[in-house]
């Protein structure tokens, strides 16, 4: 399961895309030498020159989470012998097709992996070839640089780490990630003597600071952009925001994962959180769920059964929400969906009476980005043969692959996402303050209001808020019900509800800061919790 996941993920086009773009940043932070993005753009679209062929014959370039064996190489030479038309025996058209397709995706995106690869190595070979570094050395170290910038076939000697590293997708990257920022950051991550382990830390620190200094700045510039407002906590954290022109969509460049939670995340946090814009607790929040997916080692991430564990907990690990939202919870499993539920996942849950939104995961979960757009166009065409409304028209940021890159203003993802998170805590709260009234511990309820009276006194407050909320959610559903609304009425209809949300949400920014509410560390961090 943690292979098929990989594999799902990384020959999908956004990820490539994506996958460019993080490398060649965090490379450039942590190694120098190479143009951002320049670089690794001109090696992907190029043909394979020396660089490639050089990294090629050193066993550089191999894919993503390198775990090739002797079946892996077995494959792959049968596959290159159907290819060179040598295996015997009837081809299925439709399914020859398909093969070449998935080979050729998988192709594409070695070559996203080797591109950045390529850069370093061009640029160390370069640059110690004109300090007079003879060629063989020189030429060792740009292919021990080059594998470096994330070494997928490292997983050390523990037979347990190996298992661990194998059964968790992506958890051998992040482990290698968080190697790589150590290294730099101790001046270990050159091998040629002394002096170049000297520059190569000073170059980090200029680098990083310069970055860190950049997340200052665009954290100023774009708080006010209504491209910025609209995404979710998440989305803000993981890239930088870039606002449209005119009535287009804004752009979305993904960060580096480690480097890019110390010196993008924590900066601009740091600057929301003194410039008034966010509290005490969204801020702790945001840099504590970075903290998390940098360093999270989850005993339940074994991808075999981590989905199906999420949805029995009604919890996602990634994200830290609830799949089904709490104003669905205590509804029978068969009614919690949303009207934007999956129809494919709805009539599997409705087979075995199941949560059509906790189906959906688990079938996400399980199948990644390409399985994310065989459920799309499931839906799509399942929708079209049931008779059932047409959805209100995609905008650009919508659709398939393009939303992984394109923001918009319009939506209020963003300001539902951070109003429900804080809901939630204090919904926690309040019920335990009315529980310790109920049962009579006056000791315990006196605790709990000294703690948390501030959002005790803005219950009514809150309440008022979830009502508002409520009522254009019901307003909603009947617009995406209608059978008479033209898919373009809808999404118009739709573009005000999300207008009304958003000025309710900027009214609540008040009850959220007056609350007070303390940020509430994850094990095992709880130790700090007040």
Do not use: C
Request: zero cysteines; hydrophobic letters at 35%.
């Amino acid at each position: 399961p943690a292979q098929f996941l990989r594999e799902m993920v990384t020959r999908s086009p956004d990820f490539i895309m994506a996958n460019l773009l993080r490398d060649s940043l965090s490379t450039w932070t942590t190694a120098g030498g190479t143009k951002p993005i320049v670089d690794t753009m001109k090696n992907f679209f190029g043909g394979e020159n020396d660089s490639y062929n050089a990294l090629k014959s050193a066993g550089i370039i191999s894919g993503f989470d390198n775990s090739k064996t002797s079946k892996d190489l077995a494959k792959k030479f049968s596959n290159r012998m159907r290819a060179e038309g040598q295996t015997p025996g009837r081809k299925i058209p439709f399914w020859s097709s398909a093969t070449k397709l998935w080979d050729w995706s998988g192709d594409v995106s070695t070559k996203s992996d080797a591109a950045t690869r390529q850069s370093v190595y061009e640029s160390v070979l370069q640059e110690l070839l004109e300090s007079g570094v003879s060629q063989g050395q020189a030429q060792s170290e740009a292919i021990y640089q080059a594998a470096e910038v994330i070494n997928f076939s490292r997983r050390g000697n523990s037979a347990l780490a190996k298992i661990i590293t194998a059964v968790i997708p992506f958890m051998n990257a992040r482990v290698q990630g968080l190697d790589l920022l150590y290294r730099a950051g101790t001046g270990k991550y050159s091998t040629v003597n002394n002096i170049t382990r000297n520059r190569a830390l000073i170059g980090f620190l200029s680098r990083a600071s310069l970055l860190a200094t950049t997340s200052l700045m665009y954290a100023g510039m774009i708080e006010d952009e209504d491209e910025y407002k609209s995404a979710s906590p998440q989305v803000r954290d993981d890239n930088w925001i870039i606002p449209g022109f005119g009535l287009g969509s804004g752009f979305k460049i993904p960060v580096p994962f480690e480097i890019g939670f110390l010196f993008k995340t924590v900066p601009e946090r740091v600057y929301h959180y003194y410039s008034g814009d966010q509290n005490y607790k969204q801020s702790v929040d945001a840099i504590t769920r970075g903290v998390v997916s940098t360093l999270e080692f989850n005993p339940f991430g074994a991808q075999i059964s981590k989905p199906a564990m999420e949805a029995m907990m009604n919890h996602s690990f990634y994200t830290g929400t609830s799949i089904v939202p709490w104003y669905l919870e205590q509804a029978e499993a068969k009614y919690q969906r949303r009207l934007s539920t999956n129809e494919l996942a709805s009539w599997i849950a409705d087979t075995f009476n199941a949560s059509p939104m906790k189906v959906e995961h688990v079938l996400r979960g399980y199948t990644g980005t390409l399985g994310g757009y065989i459920l799309t166009v499931a839906d799509w065409g399942m929708r079209e043969l049931n008779g059932l409304p047409a959805r209100p028209t995609l905008r650009a940021d919508q659709m398939m692959v393009a939303r992984r890159f394109l923001q918009s203003g319009e939506g209020s993802r963003g300001a539902l996402s951070e109003w429900y998170e804080f809901r939630n805590s204090a919904r926690g709260m309040l019920n335990a303050f009315n529980s310790a009234k109920k049962d009579g511990d006056i000791e315990k309820a006196r605790r709990i209001f000294e703690e948390n009276s501030g959002v005790i006194s803005q219950k009514p407050a809150i309440n008022q808020i979830d009502n508002m909320i409520s009522k254009l959610r019901r307003a909603e559903r009947y617009i995406l019900l209608d059978q008479r609304m033209t898919p373009d009425e809808k999404a118009e209809a739709i573009k005000r509800i999300d207008v009304a949300r958003n000025t309710i949400y900027e009214a609540s920014k008040s009850v959220m800061k007056d609350s007070d509410l303390s940020p509430k560390f994850p094990f095992p961090f709880s130790v700090f919790n007040g």
